[in-house]
């Protein structure tokens, strides 16, 4: 026995109804009328919500609708069927389900910041064309530029020569890849400020912009292997992309807080400032070192030769902090005097295998 409700159905185009009745069979709505005969797959229908008052509206998936007035009557009719429609309709109506709505969205958007953001980033970064990637780094040394750097008083002799020592052994650190040209070379262009609010340092940004400031060059013109090293691990920054997962991973926040809160801002002018004041992570720094050890050992050099540099660099913080009360570390995030700890890192190069 078919439990059938008589009922109105508007075509969606003519304001004028029609009588029907509608019956649920075989997981279809049947609408049957004076000439009519339609049947919905019931998930396409769009079931009338039920709040407490006003008629029964029910959207079907052609554009036509069925309109109830009678809604203890429809809701009779409905319950009798013996399904529900969604959980979305049985749960606006519940505070409880609200709450428990938002806090999910809470921790799907936290569980992406945490898990699947760095992934996505990690994954994202190295597929950027490397035109856009020296385009944004670029726009970010111009920015750095403004803060920071001064024109060098490095002579044009000895930037020729530590580029030409640079260039020569970055070739002789080429992976078999590299050498057949099955990957393409790291790109790297090498250039000199006077920075004297970040002392001896060093940094690299997107698409191979490496700087060199001329504290650094003083600190290690005594340890040319050690300064070598100091441009190697910024080429492992570059190498492994960490500028720009930086990049992609606050473009990707901003666009999941967007989502949610519903204005990602004008994000895109925030970049270059963004590779000025974050810093990389640990584990980003470890992959430089672990890039630098593995270029000096290429070119014949201990790592060990590293030491010298955390040693100075301890050193020169020391008595730059004895003078004016902050460290160097604080200004450019990005650069060289940062996290992991000296001693972590002498132990790293000074204990380096192959
Ligand atoms: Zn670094």
Redesign the pocket.
Known sequence: MQDALPTTWFDGLSPQGLAVSVTLAQGQLLVQGDGLERTYALPSVRWPEKSRHGPRLCDLPDGSSLQHANAAQWDEWFERQGFRPSWVVATTLSWRAVMASVLGIAVIAAAAWRWGIPAASEWVAPQIPLPLQQRIGSQALEQIQGLWLKPTAIGSDEQARLRDRFGQMTQAAQTPEQRLHLQPPVPWRLHFYKAPALGANAFALPGGDVVLTDGMVELLRDQPDALMGVLA??LG?VEHHHGMQMVVKTSLLSALVGAVIGDAGSFLTAIPMLLATQG?SRD??RE?DEAAALFLHRNHIHPRVMAVLFERLRKQAKDKSKDSGTSVQDVLP?G?A?HPSDAQRIAFFTNWQP
């Open positions: 691990h910024e920054h990389y980003a720094e430089a990005i060289l940062s």
